[in-house]
């Protein structure tokens, strides 16, 4: 009773002070995101004369909660729909500013003598901008349909899915503490399996669920849907070994392709205001001013690096990727800030203990400064970009629009397109359907390493229970290996038609038996290349060479019995996620 009477008055306390900075900040049209990490310091244990709060444990696993629905919530604005209209833009200034401020932060923390684990985490923490910040600043200003600001949600997007790999990345490496090439690649093609898997079989899944919640017109039980599905899907990463903030977004993405996608924001937005209040006073609970003022130096260098960097990072990635040089400082002016990301890798950080106590009390106070900078940037931004075409030589600014122009006219023309896009979407069929091949070998391997699955075929010999498991894993890898064939095997006849006209000498006889020879031989090579990494992928459950041959045979047989049987179901997969793709958001959800 007196753990739940504490808790309560905690609780009491951070809401009655958070309301009254919020006020105050909304009366100073300053970001409320401030006025959060604030009163956590005026509440936290480093304030005198004496702490506010008493059950900190309690607190910080709310805050927890705080970022599953915050990230949940940034799920639910991310679209796979958004993300095909993207473009190159997005992805070449994302990659292009997260590249150059993980580098930057790692040699600022190793110049001042930091460990290699919180160089690595501040250059992660710098990488990547606030969504929630920039998206209030472009509101607030009246700038959200501006195409500057459309730019800027494109790279917001791209940092988003990149994050998620980030935060999965360092998990992996705080874990291992190795950071080789080889154990970055390991954990980024898992990362990459498990993402483009749980995606497939949610678009499936989830957005038919919320459709039968749905029906009853009962929003208790749609929110307890949601819930569920949320949490639930967040244990089951946690049990993968990633993050829950990876499992939560994924979800929130999957969500954000059903008919009640406005609906699930309404009722998500209540409990996503008040637990990611919760984190971000949690953040500021932990800010020591002490530590702040000791570290003032790095703070303020490490402030005028990120927002020069991200300017100069963002506005060349858009300039690359074909935009004017107003339009590409402009985004670049936008995008110079930390935030929620970056308080999620350092509360990472101090979970795992892999980075030292003082880094995220200095990342807050980073955070802070160019938060308050956002606004101002925003502002100058037009200006800035007026001036400095005043200044710019005329060639130079020529240069850059004959680099504009020369872009927008080696694409190809409407018939080569059209054979692009083709060839484009089968190798993503290929891509997706090994991808799920290659995760239901993963699965089969994790099962027989951490469960007792041999209990369930006691009666065999030993390398009869491998042969089984390995035979039952392939043979529920089949539909999606007929399916891979089938595109390849389209993939080859394309090639060959795109090859030069067949003469009708013996020559040209040759090379047609040739080519045909070729589109027969693309779509086995390539199973034999799956079946080779296959094997790799579930070295642990492989049968003996002779038992392996007999298996692949009798498999091959089974897929010529029932390919048509396969190919229907296939195809019935397909135009179910191509129907939830396509469907109206706003359909069933206003």
């Known amino acids: 009773?007196?753990?739940?009477?504490?808790?309560?008055?905690?609780?009491?306390?951070?809401?009655?002070?958070?309301?009254?900075?919020?006020?105050?900040?909304?009366?100073?049209?300053?970001?409320?995101?401030?006025?959060?990490?604030?009163?956590?310091?005026?509440?936290?244990?480093?304030?005198?004369?004496?702490?506010?709060?008493?059950?900190?444990?309690?607190?910080?696993?709310?805050?927890?909660?705080?970022?599953?629905?915050?990230?949940?919530?940034?799920?639910?604005?991310?679209?796979?729909?958004?993300?095909?209209?993207?473009?190159?833009?997005?992805?070449?200034?994302?990659?292009?500013?997260?590249?150059?401020?993980?580098?930057?932060?790692?040699?600022?923390?190793?110049?001042?003598?930091?460990?290699?684990?919180?160089?690595?985490?501040?250059?992660?923490?710098?990488?990547?901008?606030?969504?929630?910040?920039?998206?209030?600043?472009?509101?607030?200003?009246?700038?959200?349909?501006?195409?500057?600001?459309?730019?800027?949600?494109?790279?917001?997007?791209?940092?988003?899915?990149?994050?998620?790999?980030?935060?999965?990345?360092?998990?992996?490496?705080?874990?291992?503490?190795?950071?080789?090439?080889?154990?970055?690649?390991?954990?980024?093609?898992?990362?990459?399996?498990?993402l483009v898997v749980a995606l497939l079989a949610g678009l499936l899944v989830v957005p038919r669920l919320l459709s039968l919640a749905a029906r009853y017109q009962s929003r208790e039980m749609l929110l307890i849907t949601v819930l569920g599905l949320c949490f639930g899907f967040c244990l089951l990463v946690v049990e993968m070994g990633y993050s829950m903030a990876l499992g939560a977004f994924v979800m929130g993405a999957i969500m954000a392709e059903s008919r009640q996608i406005r609906l699930i924001e309404h009722l998500v937005e209540p409990l996503r205001d008040m637990f990611s209040a919760i984190f971000f006073v949690a953040i500021g609970m932990l800010v020591d001013p002490g530590v702040l003022i000791r570290y003032w130096q790095p703070i303020l260098l490490i402030t005028a690096v990120v927002v020069v960097g991200k300017i100069v990072s963002c506005t060349l990635g858009t300039l690359v990727a074909g935009n004017d040089g107003r339009t590409s400082l402009r985004v670049g002016m936008g995008l110079a800030q930390i935030g929620e990301f970056s308080f999620i890798i350092a509360t990472l950080g101090l979970t795992?203990?892999?980075?030292?106590?003082?880094?995220?009390?200095?990342?807050?106070?980073?955070?802070?400064?160019?938060?308050?900078?956002?606004?101002?940037?925003?502002?100058?931004?037009?200006?800035?970009?007026?001036?400095?075409?005043?200044?710019?030589?005329?060639?130079?600014?020529?240069?850059?629009?004959?680099?504009?122009?020369?872009?927008?006219?080696?694409?190809?023309?409407?018939?080569?397109?059209?054979?692009?896009?083709?060839?484009?979407?089968?190798?993503?069929?290929?891509?997706?359907?090994?991808?799920?091949?290659?995760?239901?070998?993963?699965?089969?391997?994790?099962?027989?390493?951490?469960?007792?699955?041999?209990?369930?075929?006691?009666?065999?010999?030993?390398?009869?229970?491998?042969?089984?498991?390995?035979?039952?894993?392939?043979?529920a890898a089949l539909p999606f290996m007929v399916a891979t064939y089938r595109k390849l095997e389209a993939l080859g006849l394309i090639l060959v038609e795109l090859s030069a006209g067949v003469a009708e000498s013996g020559s040209g006889r040759y090379t047609l038996s040739l080519r045909r020879l070729y589109a027969r031989a693309l779509p086995v090579l390539s199973l034999l290349a799956m079946l080779l990494l296959i094997s790799l992928l579930s070295s642990i459950i492989l049968p003996p060479l002779h038992l392996f041959v007999a298996v692949i045979s009798l498999v091959v047989l089974l897929a010529l019995l029932v390919w048509p049987s396969v190919v229907r179901w296939h195809s019935l997969v397909q135009i179910a996620l191509r129907k939830t793709l396509d469907q109206e958001a706003d359909g069933e959800g206003h």
């Open 1 to 194: 009773m007196a753990h739940t009477e504490a808790f309560l008055k905690d609780l009491a306390v951070i809401m009655m002070v958070a309301g009254v900075i919020t006020l105050l900040f909304h009366r100073f049209r300053q970001p409320v995101v401030l006025g959060y990490i604030l009163a956590g310091m005026i509440v936290g244990p480093h304030t005198p004369p004496y702490p506010l709060i008493t059950d900190r444990a309690t607190i910080q696993i709310l805050a927890e909660l705080g970022v599953v629905f915050l990230l949940f919530s940034l799920g639910l604005e991310f679209s796979l729909r958004k993300l095909r209209q993207v473009g190159a833009t997005a992805i070449v200034a994302a990659l292009t500013e997260i590249l150059l401020m993980i580098w930057l932060g790692y040699e600022i923390g190793r110049g001042f003598g930091w460990s290699e684990m919180d160089a690595l985490f501040l250059g992660a923490m710098l990488s990547i901008s606030s969504t929630t910040i920039i998206v209030k600043a472009l509101d607030e200003l009246g700038l959200k349909r501006e195409r500057f600001a459309q730019l800027i949600f494109g790279v917001l997007i791209v940092e988003d899915i990149l994050a998620i790999a980030i935060i999965a990345l360092l998990s992996g490496l705080a874990l291992t503490g190795n950071v080789s090439v080889g154990n970055i690649v390991g954990t980024l093609g898992r990362l990459g399996v498990f």
């Open 352 to 475: 795992l203990g892999v980075t030292s106590s003082f880094l995220y009390p200095v990342v807050v106070a980073v955070s802070v400064l160019t938060t308050l900078t956002t606004p101002y940037l925003i502002r100058a931004s037009d200006p800035v970009a007026n001036g400095l075409r005043r200044v710019m030589p005329d060639s130079l600014h020529a240069g850059i629009k004959a680099y504009g122009d020369w872009l927008s006219s080696i694409g190809p023309s409407a018939e080569q397109a059209q054979i692009s896009a083709i060839i484009r979407r089968i190798l993503v069929h290929v891509l997706l359907n090994f991808c799920v091949i290659a995760a239901i070998f993963l699965a089969s391997a994790y099962l027989v390493r951490n469960t007792d699955i041999n209990a369930w075929l006691l009666y065999l010999p030993m390398v009869w229970r491998s042969t089984v498991f390995w035979a039952l894993t392939l043979v």
